[in-house]
């Protein structure tokens, strides 16, 4: 079946130690998105890549970064974790940008 | 700035009974809605969507309704199973932000059985 893969599931991480997420996609959908999802809150988009277009969002904090190597992975770099990063964070794709959005199961982290 | 926001937080309901989740968006340039259900520990999964052209659209037990006069929408979920306890989220395009989706607080909805 065609899906959004997230791995790992669950990562720990120490405060400061950068950590890496990853995200894949069978779908072939040219837009791939990171969003934030804090405890009882709504996904707070990150960043989006329209193919190998990178889009930031002006409120996203320069310590996440991204990286499209292909059409099928993303991964989510965050290159000093704080506490108030912990959080789950889930990736999306979408056929087109204003397209239906398909979700990961989601990568949960928590920083020690 | 855009806001998406939702009435209610939380919404209690009996088994069987119907279901209705409010939205509220500020941009009437917004042409796209959807509707996420997102269980504990899950990613959001797609319910129903409606676009600025339509004024409703049923699926399986679900009813979107759109009032685009005073920019509400609406989830009625009907004969609500305990399946359907979650977290409803409504995704609101904005078309001058490229045709962002940006989300609703949420509503928690709990069934008792």
């Known amino acids: 079946d065609a899906m959004v893969i997230q791995n790992p599931r669950y990562q720990v991480t120490q405060f400061g130690k950068p950590v890496t997420l990853s995200c894949s996609q069978t779908l072939n959908h040219n837009v791939m998105y990171w969003y934030q999802q804090k405890s009882s809150q709504a996904p707070k988009l990150l960043f989006h890549?329209?193919?190998?277009?990178?889009?930031n969002e002006a409120d996203t904090p320069d310590n996440f970064q991204s990286r499209r190597p292909n059409t099928s992975f993303c991964f989510l770099d965050i290159r000093s974790p704080g506490l108030g990063d912990a959080a789950m964070y889930l990736c999306?794709?979408?056929?087109?940008?204003?397209?239906?959005?398909?979700f990961g199961p989601g990568t949960r982290l928590t920083v020690l | 700035g855009e806001s998406v926001g939702l009435h209610l937080p939380t919404l209690s309901v009996q088994e069987g009974d119907n279901s209705i989740i409010n939205c509220a968006y500020s941009n009437s340039a917004s042409d796209y809605f959807i509707w996420y259900k997102q269980e504990s520990g899950k990613g959001p999964q797609f319910i129903i969507d409606?676009?600025?052209?339509?004024d409703k659209r049923q699926g399986q037990r679900v009813t979107v309704l759109l009032n685009k006069t005073v920019k509400h929408l609406s989830l009625q979920i009907a004969a609500t199973q305990p399946g359907d306890s979650a977290v409803y989220f409504c995704a609101v395009s904005f078309p001058n932000t490229g045709n962002q989706f940006y989300f609703g607080t949420g509503t928690s909805l709990t069934v008792i059985p």
């Open positions: 890549y329209y193919d190998k277009d990178f889009n």
């Open positions: 999306a794709t979408s056929r087109d940008r204003g397209s239906e959005q398909f």
């Open positions: 409606i676009r600025s052209n339509m």
